[in-house]
């Protein structure tokens, strides 16, 4: 009786010390925690409790070997306790120790299958594993288990997320929101998976409230950078990118993302030290990548080929790289290894195009003569016509020759290339010998500038079409018919510097002689106005054209016109296939003139490039005004 009464006070003491720690620790009070724990075990060496709180004291603190010990302890006293062999395995993971941890975790759920915060430590190992299948099966087991409970929803939200699988993953940050709408992670894991689906207001709303919540974080704060950049905000996603680099002076892609959004401003000095300090930092890849891309929009191809050669040789791989290379050799004019590069173009992720996926071996060029050549479209319509172009001599080394196009072109392309045959789609035209993507056709043709010869002029509009353009241009007033194109179709925030608006061609509204003609192919009627209003010039359309998809009448109009000014478009390789004269404003960033004043493709387009160090459009355009002032002038153009 004596020793049993002893004992209960022992216990109690211990029970009481423990209840005791436990209150201060819920107060933050850990040393006085820390304290009352060792004192329990002091008196009751055996009480699994004290170890399993002291773990849980250590892990507080970071300090994972000693939480380990301890939980080890626990599991040693009581072995089927579920919650001390997840605590356990949660402590092996922290050390890197994950097929120990996974083995207690798998044990844990054994012991207890409805124990949905085991499940959750099995499914971070298996993250950390990179076994993301395996880990997205095990919390969703901790979600059915425990279906309120925050910490399995943001957990399976962060596994689908790693696997792609952002309407999922959405759904579970939204959940795990509900349940716990303070948790940092759970706004910023949102943001990511509403960036992922285009949903750019979402993503900013979630980032920003992540922001709110927790400190600067400058992974966070450059995802909103990004969404605000993307949304045409520029000014405030160079604060917000300013605020990154505040937060993570150190990171590479704070500076990388900075200089991109500097760029984007057309504050092109700024943007270069952003990636020097990012390739500093860090010279791998994309920094390396950014500064090449730089260099070549400023003309300085030599220090862009430098840099994308050193991103490619951390690594041989590096498909952003090899394709920015290849952008680089081909515009200063090395075409041999540039056609090279540029077959990487399948694989990397600013290339909008896709890979080859046709059963038949690809051409290997010029010695091979004989038998049935699929030539199929890719990448954009521009780029499609500039390629077109070289389907003549295509056409004379005795191939047969069935070429796949956009459905806008069959007619246009099939009457200009009576040799080819000319579809929309494959349809019934059963095997071939061989396949060969448009864009490596110059590779095999058109090895080195000097190899361009001719005109160029190889598209030849429908002759009724022509008339009836014809007879609408001689309706206007006297002058030179000159039609106009300022920006492509595509246009985005990071592109917007490439293209002058109407505003920066104030110096062509000034030209005598010039009536205009638009050829601009999208909506466009106030800045058309505004042109008027301020300058009293009027740019001539006729409403109910189709200037985006009938190229069947594009072709025809821009025939009949006697010039054309126009940024890098699909009317500035229209205009150069009908060869019609061209005035073309480059930003520096056009690849395919490969460094030449004309453009060897068509040349009858003659090239004005801004100079090293222009930000603004107005002085090239100046250039173009006075070109062709004299060329209206009866002087040469």
């Known amino acids: 009786m004596t020793a049993g009464v002893r004992t209960g006070r022992v216990r109690s003491s211990a029970s009481q010390l423990l209840q005791a720690g436990l209150s201060v620790h819920r107060l933050g009070r850990l040393e006085e925690a820390d304290r009352l724990y060792h004192e329990s075990l002091a008196v009751e060496p055996r009480n699994p409790d004290a170890h399993q709180l002291l773990g849980l004291l250590a892990l507080a603190q970071d300090q994972w070997v000693g939480a380990r010990g301890h939980f080890a302890r626990a599991v040693e006293l009581v072995p089927k306790s579920a919650a001390y062999r997840s605590n356990y395995g949660h402590a092996l993971r922290l050390l890197g120790e994950l097929g120990r941890a996974e083995s207690e975790l798998r044990q844990a759920v054994a012991i207890d299958p409805s124990f949905g915060d085991g499940w959750v430590n099995l499914g971070l190992v298996l993250l950390d594993g990179d076994r993301i299948d395996e880990a997205i099966v095990a919390l969703q087991s901790s979600v059915r288990c425990a279906p309120e409970s925050a910490l399995g929803h943001l957990n399976l939200g962060a596994a689908l997320l790693r696997a792609g699988c952002f309407a999922e993953a959405r759904t579970h940050c939204e959940k795990a929101i509900e349940l716990a709408p303070h948790v940092v992670v759970a706004h910023r894991n949102l943001g990511i998976a509403a960036h992922q689906q285009g949903d750019l207001d979402g993503a900013k709303a979630a980032y920003r409230r992540a922001l709110e919540l927790g400190l600067p974080d400058p992974d966070v704060l450059t995802n909103l950078g990004v969404v605000l950049l993307r949304q045409g905000e520029i000014d405030p996603a160079i604060e917000v990118h300013e605020r990154a680099v505040a937060a993570g002076p150190d990171l590479a892609a704070t500076w990388l993302n900075r200089g991109t959004a500097l760029q984007a401003a057309g504050r092109l000095a700024e943007a270069g030290a952003s990636f020097e300090r990012a390739v500093a930092i860090n010279p791998e890849g994309p920094p390396l990548t950014a500064l090449g891309s730089l260099m070549a929009e400023q003309g300085d191809f030599p220090g862009a080929i430098r840099a994308h050669e050193r991103a490619i040789a951390w690594d041989p791989d590096f498909a952003d790289g090899h394709w920015n290379l290849a952008l680089a050799l081909l515009g200063g004019g090395d075409l041999g290894r540039g056609w090279e590069e540029y077959e990487w173009r399948w694989r990397a992720s600013s290339c909008r195009t896709t890979g080859p996926g046709y059963p038949w071996p690809q051409w290997p060029g010029p010695s091979a003569r004989e038998g049935r050549l699929l030539v199929w479209k890719e990448q954009g319509l521009g780029d499609e016509l500039l390629f077109l172009s070289c389907l003549p001599d295509l056409a004379g080394l005795g191939l047969a020759v069935t070429l796949l196009v956009s459905p806008r072109l069959v007619s246009l392309v099939g009457r200009s290339l009576p ?75 990071e592109r917007q510097r490439h293209y002058p608006s109407l505003i920066d061609c104030e110096a062509l509204w000034r030209v005598p002689g010039v009536v205009w003609v638009n050829l601009q192919y999208d909506e466009c009627d106030a800045e058309l106005g505004e042109v008027a209003a301020r300058w009293g010039v009027v740019i001539h359309r006729w409403p109910g054209d189709d200037l985006r998809d009938d190229l069947e009448g594009v072709a025809a109009l821009i025939a009949q016109l006697d010039g054309v000014v126009t940024a890098p478009t699909a009317v500035s390789s229209l205009a150069g296939a009908v060869g019609t004269p061209t005035w073309l404003i480059d930003s520096g960033s056009d690849w395919s003139s490969f460094g030449e004043d004309r453009s060897p493709w068509f040349p009858s387009i003659q090239v004005f490039r801004k100079g090293a160090g222009e930000a603004a459009f107005g002085p090239v355009v100046e250039r173009v005004a006075s070109d062709l002032a004299r060329w209206t002038a009866g002087g040469q153009g």
């Open 419 to 493: 040799s080819v045959k000319v579809v929309p789609d494959l349809g019934n035209t059963g095997g071939f010998d061989w396949h060969l993507p448009l864009g490596s056709l110059p590779g095999h043709l058109r090895p080195t500038v000097a190899a361009f010869d001719g005109s160029g002029q190889f598209l030849v509009p429908a002759a009724a079409r022509a008339d009836e353009w014809r007879r609408r241009l001689d309706r206007l007033p006297p002058g030179k018919r000159v039609g106009i194109c300022w920006r492509t179709g595509l246009l985005t925030a």
